[in-house]
Protein backbone atom coordinates (compact mmCIF):
# COMPACT_ATOMS: atom_id res chain seq x y z
CA UNK A 1 0.00 0.00 0.00
CA UNK A 2 1.32 3.32 -0.51
CA UNK A 3 2.79 5.26 2.24
CA UNK A 4 0.34 7.94 1.48
CA UNK A 5 -2.73 6.53 1.81
CA UNK A 6 -3.64 5.60 5.38
CA UNK A 7 -5.15 2.56 6.62
CA UNK A 8 -8.14 2.81 8.32
CA UNK A 9 -6.96 1.70 11.65
CA UNK A 10 -5.23 4.71 11.58
CA UNK A 11 -7.78 7.22 10.13
CA UNK A 12 -9.84 6.09 13.28
CA UNK A 13 -6.95 6.20 15.37
CA UNK A 14 -6.80 9.95 14.22
CA UNK A 15 -10.16 10.59 14.03
CA UNK A 16 -10.62 9.83 18.06
CA UNK A 17 -7.37 11.69 19.12
CA UNK A 18 -9.16 14.44 20.01
CA UNK A 19 -12.50 13.34 21.37
CA UNK A 20 -11.82 14.32 25.05
CA UNK A 21 -10.64 17.72 23.88
CA UNK A 22 -14.33 18.00 21.85
CA UNK A 23 -16.23 17.05 24.59
CA UNK A 24 -14.31 19.73 27.09
CA UNK A 25 -14.77 22.25 24.70
CA UNK A 26 -18.32 21.55 23.58
CA UNK A 27 -19.25 21.88 27.82
CA UNK A 28 -16.73 25.08 28.29
CA UNK A 29 -18.28 27.17 24.82
CA UNK A 30 -21.83 26.13 25.66
CA UNK A 31 -22.37 26.49 29.19
CA UNK A 32 -19.49 28.63 30.38
CA UNK A 33 -21.60 31.98 29.96
CA UNK A 34 -24.81 30.47 31.34
CA UNK A 35 -22.80 28.63 34.86
CA UNK A 36 -20.54 31.89 35.25
CA UNK A 37 -23.94 34.58 35.07
CA UNK A 38 -26.48 32.38 35.94
CA UNK A 39 -25.42 29.98 38.81
CA UNK A 40 -22.22 32.01 40.19
CA UNK A 41 -23.79 35.56 39.56
CA UNK A 42 -20.86 37.51 38.22
CA UNK A 43 -22.00 39.97 35.39
CA UNK A 44 -22.72 39.68 31.55
CA UNK A 45 -19.79 41.63 31.25
CA UNK A 46 -17.38 39.95 33.59
CA UNK A 47 -18.50 36.54 32.18
CA UNK A 48 -17.31 37.75 28.62
CA UNK A 49 -13.92 38.82 30.30
CA UNK A 50 -13.26 35.54 31.70
CA UNK A 51 -13.83 33.60 28.55
CA UNK A 52 -12.07 36.53 26.66
CA UNK A 53 -9.13 35.53 28.97
CA UNK A 54 -9.15 31.82 28.16
CA UNK A 55 -8.86 32.48 24.91
CA UNK A 56 -5.82 34.40 25.22
CA UNK A 57 -4.43 32.31 27.58
CA UNK A 58 -4.63 29.57 25.18
CA UNK A 59 -2.11 30.87 23.12
CA UNK A 60 0.52 31.63 25.33
CA UNK A 61 2.09 27.93 24.23
CA UNK A 62 1.91 28.34 20.66
CA UNK A 63 5.72 28.53 20.48
CA UNK A 64 5.76 25.20 22.06
CA UNK A 65 3.98 23.49 19.42
CA UNK A 66 6.14 23.15 16.69
CA UNK A 67 7.72 20.37 18.41
CA UNK A 68 7.09 16.97 20.14
CA UNK A 69 3.06 17.12 19.01
CA UNK A 70 2.21 13.81 20.66
CA UNK A 71 4.28 14.80 23.82
CA UNK A 72 1.99 17.66 23.84
CA UNK A 73 -1.32 16.09 23.34
CA UNK A 74 -0.30 13.72 25.66
CA UNK A 75 0.23 16.74 27.99
CA UNK A 76 -2.96 18.85 26.82
CA UNK A 77 -5.42 15.57 27.61
CA UNK A 78 -3.87 15.36 30.93
CA UNK A 79 -4.67 19.30 31.71
CA UNK A 80 -7.71 19.17 30.64
CA UNK A 81 -8.69 16.58 33.00
CA UNK A 82 -7.00 18.80 35.77
CA UNK A 83 -9.34 21.40 35.39
CA UNK A 84 -11.39 19.52 38.14
CA UNK A 85 -8.85 19.97 40.78
CA UNK A 86 -8.06 23.19 39.66
CA UNK A 87 -11.79 25.07 39.95
CA UNK A 88 -11.22 25.94 43.90
CA UNK A 89 -8.54 28.32 42.42
CA UNK A 90 -9.58 31.59 41.31
CA UNK A 91 -11.78 31.41 38.03
CA UNK A 92 -9.22 33.01 36.06
CA UNK A 93 -6.82 30.96 37.03
CA UNK A 94 -8.92 28.09 36.41
CA UNK A 95 -9.29 29.27 32.39
CA UNK A 96 -5.69 29.19 32.34
CA UNK A 97 -4.82 26.03 33.33
CA UNK A 98 -7.54 24.59 31.22
CA UNK A 99 -6.98 26.54 27.66
CA UNK A 100 -3.36 25.88 28.20
CA UNK A 101 -4.20 22.16 27.61
CA UNK A 102 -6.70 22.11 25.15
CA UNK A 103 -4.68 24.46 22.89
CA UNK A 104 -1.65 22.19 23.10
CA UNK A 105 -3.83 18.91 21.95
CA UNK A 106 -5.65 21.04 19.45
CA UNK A 107 -3.03 21.96 17.47
CA UNK A 108 -0.84 19.29 18.08
CA UNK A 109 -3.48 17.00 17.09
CA UNK A 110 -3.94 19.30 13.52
CA UNK A 111 -0.26 19.30 12.40
CA UNK A 112 -0.64 15.77 12.51
CA UNK A 113 -2.45 15.37 9.25
CA UNK A 114 0.41 16.67 7.48
CA UNK A 115 2.25 14.00 8.96
CA UNK A 116 0.59 11.28 8.07
CA UNK A 117 0.01 11.93 4.64
CA UNK A 118 0.22 14.26 1.32
CA UNK A 119 -2.67 13.23 -0.68
CA UNK A 120 -5.34 15.83 -0.81
CA UNK A 121 -8.00 13.76 -0.89
CA UNK A 122 -6.71 11.78 2.48
CA UNK A 123 -6.29 14.92 3.92
CA UNK A 124 -9.98 16.27 3.79
CA UNK A 125 -10.88 12.78 4.92
CA UNK A 126 -8.94 13.09 7.75
CA UNK A 127 -10.24 16.50 8.52
CA UNK A 128 -13.87 14.99 7.77
CA UNK A 129 -13.68 11.97 10.30
CA UNK A 130 -11.77 14.85 12.87
CA UNK A 131 -14.67 16.95 12.37
CA UNK A 132 -17.58 14.07 12.96
CA UNK A 133 -15.85 12.51 15.78
CA UNK A 134 -16.52 16.69 17.32
CA UNK A 135 -19.70 16.54 16.10
CA UNK A 136 -20.36 13.40 17.82
CA UNK A 137 -18.56 14.27 20.80
CA UNK A 138 -21.28 17.76 20.97
CA UNK A 139 -23.80 15.84 20.48
CA UNK A 140 -23.48 13.37 23.18
CA UNK A 141 -23.07 16.47 25.18
CA UNK A 142 -26.56 18.06 24.24
CA UNK A 143 -27.96 14.82 23.96
CA UNK A 144 -27.21 14.41 27.98
CA UNK A 145 -28.41 18.37 28.77
CA UNK A 146 -31.88 17.56 26.82
CA UNK A 147 -32.55 14.38 28.87
CA UNK A 148 -31.22 16.06 32.27
CA UNK A 149 -33.35 18.87 32.00
CA UNK A 150 -36.14 16.49 30.77
CA UNK A 151 -35.70 15.02 34.03
CA UNK A 152 -35.49 18.35 36.42
CA UNK A 153 -39.07 19.21 34.77
CA UNK A 154 -40.50 16.23 35.72
CA UNK A 155 -39.21 15.50 39.01
CA UNK A 156 -39.78 19.33 39.87
CA UNK A 157 -35.98 19.93 41.06
CA UNK A 158 -35.47 23.83 41.68
CA UNK A 159 -32.30 25.80 41.75
CA UNK A 160 -31.97 28.98 43.24
CA UNK A 161 -31.34 30.57 39.60
CA UNK A 162 -32.48 28.50 37.06
CA UNK A 163 -35.33 26.70 38.27
CA UNK A 164 -38.01 23.94 36.72
CA UNK A 165 -39.30 26.73 34.81
CA UNK A 166 -36.71 27.41 32.48
CA UNK A 167 -36.53 24.06 31.59
CA UNK A 168 -38.55 23.61 28.29
CA UNK A 169 -37.02 26.95 27.06
CA UNK A 170 -33.27 25.56 28.15
CA UNK A 171 -34.26 22.27 26.38
CA UNK A 172 -35.44 24.17 23.32
CA UNK A 173 -32.56 27.03 22.96
CA UNK A 174 -29.45 25.14 24.33
CA UNK A 175 -29.95 21.63 23.71
CA UNK A 176 -32.57 21.07 21.01
CA UNK A 177 -31.51 23.53 18.87
CA UNK A 178 -27.21 22.66 19.27
CA UNK A 179 -28.22 19.23 18.88
CA UNK A 180 -30.26 19.97 15.23
CA UNK A 181 -26.88 21.57 14.60
CA UNK A 182 -24.95 18.89 15.00
CA UNK A 183 -27.01 16.24 13.50
CA UNK A 184 -26.92 18.03 10.42
CA UNK A 185 -23.10 19.22 10.75
CA UNK A 186 -22.33 15.59 11.08
CA UNK A 187 -24.21 13.73 7.92
CA UNK A 188 -22.58 16.53 6.06
CA UNK A 189 -19.01 16.34 6.92
CA UNK A 190 -19.44 12.49 5.81
CA UNK A 191 -20.07 13.98 2.15
CA UNK A 192 -16.82 16.88 2.19
CA UNK A 193 -14.67 14.58 0.55
CA UNK A 194 -16.36 13.68 -2.79
CA UNK A 195 -17.87 17.44 -2.43
CA UNK A 196 -14.38 18.87 -2.41
CA UNK A 197 -13.39 16.36 -4.81
CA UNK A 198 -16.34 17.18 -7.60
CA UNK A 199 -16.24 21.08 -7.40
CA UNK A 200 -13.05 21.92 -5.41
CA UNK A 201 -11.97 23.67 -2.10
CA UNK A 202 -12.65 27.34 -2.99
CA UNK A 203 -16.47 26.45 -4.30
CA UNK A 204 -17.33 24.46 -2.08
CA UNK A 205 -16.29 27.35 1.08
CA UNK A 206 -18.09 29.63 -0.85
CA UNK A 207 -20.74 26.87 -0.36
CA UNK A 208 -20.65 26.95 3.05
CA UNK A 209 -20.52 30.59 3.47
CA UNK A 210 -23.77 31.00 1.06
CA UNK A 211 -25.37 29.11 3.34
CA UNK A 212 -24.36 31.53 6.46
CA UNK A 213 -25.73 34.37 5.13
CA UNK A 214 -29.22 32.52 4.64
CA UNK A 215 -28.97 31.86 8.30
CA UNK A 216 -28.11 34.79 8.95
CA UNK A 217 -31.18 36.42 6.65
CA UNK A 218 -33.76 33.93 8.65
CA UNK A 219 -32.75 35.54 11.78
CA UNK A 220 -32.93 38.82 10.52
CA UNK A 221 -36.54 38.10 9.51
CA UNK A 222 -37.73 36.00 12.09
CA UNK A 223 -40.31 38.19 13.67
CA UNK A 224 -42.19 38.41 10.13
CA UNK A 225 -41.92 34.93 9.75
CA UNK A 226 -43.42 34.67 13.31
CA UNK A 227 -46.38 36.93 12.31
CA UNK A 228 -46.91 34.87 8.93
CA UNK A 229 -47.79 31.89 11.56
CA UNK A 230 -44.48 30.00 11.56
CA UNK A 231 -43.14 29.76 14.89
CA UNK A 232 -40.05 30.84 16.68
CA UNK A 233 -39.28 27.46 17.73
CA UNK A 234 -39.61 26.16 13.65
CA UNK A 235 -37.48 29.15 12.44
CA UNK A 236 -34.81 28.80 15.03
CA UNK A 237 -34.27 25.06 14.60
CA UNK A 238 -34.63 25.22 10.67
CA UNK A 239 -31.62 27.69 10.74
CA UNK A 240 -29.44 25.43 13.25
CA UNK A 241 -30.11 22.82 10.52
CA UNK A 242 -28.56 24.81 7.56
CA UNK A 243 -25.91 26.49 9.89
CA UNK A 244 -24.86 22.82 10.63
CA UNK A 245 -24.70 22.39 7.48
CA UNK A 246 -22.50 25.65 6.84
CA UNK A 247 -20.18 25.33 9.65
CA UNK A 248 -19.29 21.59 8.88
CA UNK A 249 -18.38 22.57 5.45
CA UNK A 250 -16.37 25.89 6.08
CA UNK A 251 -14.35 24.01 8.94
CA UNK A 252 -13.71 20.71 7.13
CA UNK A 253 -12.59 22.76 3.64
CA UNK A 254 -10.69 25.46 5.49
CA UNK A 255 -8.87 22.44 7.27
CA UNK A 256 -8.29 21.16 3.82
CA UNK A 257 -6.98 24.47 2.25
CA UNK A 258 -4.44 24.80 5.29
CA UNK A 259 -3.09 21.50 4.78
CA UNK A 260 -3.00 22.55 1.21
CA UNK A 261 -0.66 25.34 2.24
CA UNK A 262 1.61 23.54 4.45
CA UNK A 263 1.89 20.89 1.88
CA UNK A 264 5.30 18.69 1.92
CA UNK A 265 6.37 21.73 4.91
CA UNK A 266 5.26 19.26 7.79
CA UNK A 267 7.78 21.33 9.93
CA UNK A 268 5.83 24.58 9.49
CA UNK A 269 2.43 22.50 10.30
CA UNK A 270 1.73 23.55 14.06
CA UNK A 271 2.77 27.42 13.15
CA UNK A 272 0.13 27.86 10.32
CA UNK A 273 -2.53 26.05 12.46
CA UNK A 274 -1.06 28.30 15.24
CA UNK A 275 -1.78 31.24 13.85
CA UNK A 276 -5.25 30.01 12.66
CA UNK A 277 -6.22 29.28 16.44
CA UNK A 278 -4.84 32.55 17.26
CA UNK A 279 -7.24 34.21 15.04
CA UNK A 280 -10.07 32.16 15.74
CA UNK A 281 -9.66 32.25 19.30
CA UNK A 282 -9.36 35.58 19.60
CA UNK A 283 -11.84 36.68 17.67
CA UNK A 284 -14.10 34.32 18.97
CA UNK A 285 -13.27 35.72 21.97
CA UNK A 286 -13.01 39.43 21.39
CA UNK A 287 -16.57 39.21 19.97
CA UNK A 288 -18.13 37.23 22.98
CA UNK A 289 -16.83 39.90 25.74
CA UNK A 290 -18.29 42.95 23.38
CA UNK A 291 -21.72 41.09 22.92
CA UNK A 292 -21.40 40.61 26.57
CA UNK A 293 -20.84 43.84 27.68
CA UNK A 294 -23.50 45.63 25.64
CA UNK A 295 -25.96 42.78 27.03
CA UNK A 296 -29.23 44.92 27.89
CA UNK A 297 -31.44 41.96 29.08
CA UNK A 298 -30.36 42.40 32.94
CA UNK A 299 -31.23 46.58 32.78
CA UNK A 300 -34.01 46.22 30.03
CA UNK A 301 -35.11 42.74 29.22
CA UNK A 302 -37.55 44.30 26.47
CA UNK A 303 -34.76 44.77 24.24
CA UNK A 304 -33.23 41.12 24.72
CA UNK A 305 -34.98 39.92 21.70
CA UNK A 306 -34.04 42.63 19.25
CA UNK A 307 -30.31 42.82 20.74
CA UNK A 308 -29.85 38.81 20.04
CA UNK A 309 -31.45 38.99 16.74
CA UNK A 310 -29.11 41.85 15.88
CA UNK A 311 -26.11 39.61 17.06
CA UNK A 312 -27.42 36.07 15.34
CA UNK A 313 -27.78 38.19 11.95
CA UNK A 314 -25.06 40.91 11.67
CA UNK A 315 -21.97 39.07 13.77
CA UNK A 316 -22.08 35.35 11.49
CA UNK A 317 -23.61 37.36 8.54
CA UNK A 318 -20.71 39.60 8.55
CA UNK A 319 -18.15 37.21 9.06
CA UNK A 320 -19.61 35.12 6.21
CA UNK A 321 -19.30 38.00 3.86
CA UNK A 322 -15.65 39.27 4.97
CA UNK A 323 -14.60 35.16 4.38
CA UNK A 324 -16.54 36.17 0.34
CA UNK A 325 -14.36 38.93 -0.19
CA UNK A 326 -11.46 37.44 1.04
CA UNK A 327 -11.94 34.03 -0.92
CA UNK A 328 -12.55 36.08 -3.86
CA UNK A 329 -9.09 37.31 -3.72
CA UNK A 330 -7.48 34.05 -3.64
CA UNK A 331 -9.74 32.65 -6.11
CA UNK A 332 -7.11 32.19 -9.16
CA UNK A 333 -4.45 30.79 -6.64
CA UNK A 334 -3.67 27.52 -6.78
CA UNK A 335 -2.76 27.02 -2.59
CA UNK A 336 -0.02 25.32 -1.73
CA UNK A 337 1.52 25.24 -5.44
CA UNK A 338 5.23 25.62 -6.32
CA UNK A 339 6.13 27.78 -8.46
CA UNK A 340 8.57 25.35 -10.42
CA UNK A 341 7.49 21.70 -9.38
CA UNK A 342 9.77 20.17 -10.71
CA UNK A 343 12.67 21.48 -8.70
CA UNK A 344 10.74 21.40 -5.83
CA UNK A 345 10.50 17.46 -6.16
CA UNK A 346 14.48 16.87 -6.92
CA UNK A 347 15.46 19.83 -3.92
CA UNK A 348 14.43 19.35 -0.55
CA UNK A 349 11.40 21.27 0.77
CA UNK A 350 12.17 24.03 3.32
CA UNK A 351 10.36 26.61 4.82
CA UNK A 352 11.48 29.06 2.50
CA UNK A 353 9.70 27.89 -0.35
CA UNK A 354 7.05 29.67 -1.39
CA UNK A 355 3.36 28.80 -0.24
CA UNK A 356 1.31 30.42 -2.46
CA UNK A 357 1.49 31.02 -5.87
CA UNK A 358 -0.49 33.20 -8.31
CA UNK A 359 -1.51 30.75 -11.48
CA UNK A 360 -1.07 33.68 -13.49
CA UNK A 361 2.34 33.76 -12.37
CA UNK A 362 3.16 30.26 -12.42
Known amino acids: MDADIVRPYRKFAYSVGHVLNDLCASIWFSYLLVFYHRVVQFSNSSAGYLLLIGQVAGKLNKSMEKRHRSYLNFVGCVCSNSAYWAQFIYYASFIVIFQFGWA ?187 IQQYNPCSTSPELCPLYYRRILTFVPGGAALLCIVLLATIWRSKIGNRQIEASALRSPVSERSPLLTDLVNA
Open 104 to 290: CSQIAHLSMINELTHVDGERVQLNSYRYAWTVISNIFVYGCTWLLLGISATTGAETNDISRQDAHVFQTYIAVAPLCLYVSGFFTSLAMRYVNRRIGRKATMLFGLILEVLTAFLFWFIFTFHKWGIPFPVTILFAAVLLGIATSTTVITSGALASDLIAHNTESGAFVYGIMSFVDKIANGAAIAI
